[in-house]
Nanobody
Framework: QVQLVESGGGLVQAGGSLRLSCAAS????????LGWFRQVPGKEREFVGA????????YYVDSVKGRFTISRDNAEKTVYLQMTSLKPEDTAVYYC???????????????WGQGTQVTVSS
């Protein structure tokens, strides 16, 4: 069992930056793939990016490549999403998620956080 708690969301102007954190509880954190997703009302949850257990492999959706960076600290059981050059269209509730196996970009992760709101003003 893994519990995930996101933090770091807020209101930022376009072009600004935010860093989201996701703290995990449970054992064997380093064996989990960690993903970030986002969702706006009325739309499906969208994959943002993911990182492998070791941190060696990272994968991003095209719309955030070059602007967002995922990292993890397995000793601290935390995964981060550094967001730069933010755009109004990045406004959403951001969720972190964990899974042991499977594709990084699909939504069928096993564990989810409660989400944190990111609002980018124009």
């Amino acid at each position: 069992q893994v519990q995930l708690v996101e933090s770091g969301g807020g209101l930022v102007q376009a072009g600004g930056s935010l860093r989201l954190s996701c703290a995990a509880s449970g054992r064997t954190f380093s064996t989990y793939i960690l993903g970030w997703f986002r969702q706006v009302p009325g739309k499906e949850r969208e994959f943002v990016g993911a990182i492998s257990g070791s941190g060696a492999v990272k994968y991003y959706v095209d719309s955030v490549k070059g602007r967002f960076t995922i990292s993890r600290d397995n000793a601290e059981k935390t995964v981060y999403l550094q967001m730069t050059s933010l755009k109004p269209e990045d406004t959403a509730v951001y969720y972190c998620a964990a899974r042991k196996f499977g594709l990084m970009s699909t939504v069928d992760y096993d564990y989810w956080g409660q989400g944190t709101q990111v609002t980018v003003s124009s």
